[in-house]
């Protein structure tokens, strides 16, 4: 699809020119809380996103994390975008950071891309075509038994230490990598066995969505039914070990 290639292109660019502005100077801001970063560069990733998009594809709506773009656009299909996903990793210079972003109709997202600039990783899905990284189809080799697993977590502050207690003894390791997105497309490499969203905005999870779909993972609410980009609370799963997953998160009171 064109646009789906153009939007590849797009997100890869958008990586190569954050690595040069980061030399520069940009300013790191608290946004909803002392605990929320944000920094010039998140709006400047998202307004190059926006001009380029708007300008090619101007009946597209565009919902993305920052500077008021955060409302459901009335338009059947629009852009899902997070221009930083893990902005505290990036403000504090640890290379687990990523641009995510995905083109979504009727809320089902049909194709999404990530980018972890960095580690020079673009991960990428499109409806009915499988998962790739760096231009090879991924084959996920995905943990059939729930102890050997990875399972990687957002953080919710206060509870997070709830999942863990109820994880930590039936996985093989927990890990937070501090950018829920990645997380996301590492579960649809194979990386990861599962992640599991405890705050999820449709920016931090549309793009992984497609990812993990098209590997053929599961994507449920706590209760087992299926989720959708907008269920803050959500477990992006192989399918080996959803089930007794799904078991061990129904035991977590939050
Ligand atoms: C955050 C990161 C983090 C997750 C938070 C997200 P941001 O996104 O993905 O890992 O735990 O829920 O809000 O603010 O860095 O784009
Ligand atoms: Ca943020
Ligand atoms: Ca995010
Ligand atoms: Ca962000």
Redesign the pocket.
């Given at each position: 699809m064109k646009e789906f290639e153009y939007l590849k292109d797009l997100v890869f660019n958008a990586g190569r020119k954050l690595l040069e502005w980061r030399e520069e100077e940009f300013s790191v801001n608290t946004k909803s809380s002392k605990f929320?970063?944000?920094t010039s560069l998140?709006f400047r990733v998202q307004d190059f996103l926006y001009n380029e998009l708007t300008k090619k594809f101007p009946e597209i709506g565009f919902l993305a994390?920052e500077d008021g773009f955060d409302k459901k656009p009335s338009t059947k299909g629009y852009w899902v975008i997070?221009p930083?996903?893990?902005?505290?990793?990036?403000a504090k210079g640890i290379p687990n950071?990523c641009i995510s972003a995905a083109y979504v109709e009727d809320d089902e997202p049909l194709y999404g891309v990530i980018y972890a600039p960095v580690m020079n990783q673009l991960i990428y899905a499109e409806k009915g075509k499988g998962v790739y990284e760096n231009g090879k189809k991924v084959i996920p080799h995905w943990n059939k038994d729930i102890e050997s697993s990875m399972i990687s977590?957002?953080?919710l502050r206060g509870h997070t230490y709830k999942f863990f207690r109820a994880l930590e003894n039936n996985v093989m390791r927990v890990r937070?990598?501090?950018?829920?997105?990645l997380?996301i497309a590492y579960v649809g490499t194979g990386n990861l066995d599962a992640f599991i969203?405890?705050?999820?905005?449709s920016?931090?999870v549309a793009a992984g969505y497609i990812i993990v779909k098209e590997a053929g993972g599961i994507i449920t609410d706590y209760s087992g039914n299926k989720a959708t980009i907008f269920n803050k609370k959500a477990i992006y799963s192989n399918p080996y070990i959803h089930e007794r997953l799904l078991k061990i998160i129904q035991g977590v009171q939050i």
């Open positions: 929320d970063l944000v998140d994390e997070d930083i996903d893990g902005t505290v990793n990036f950071f977590l957002g953080n937070l990598l501090g950018t829920a997105a997380q969203s405890v705050k999820g905005n920016w931090d």
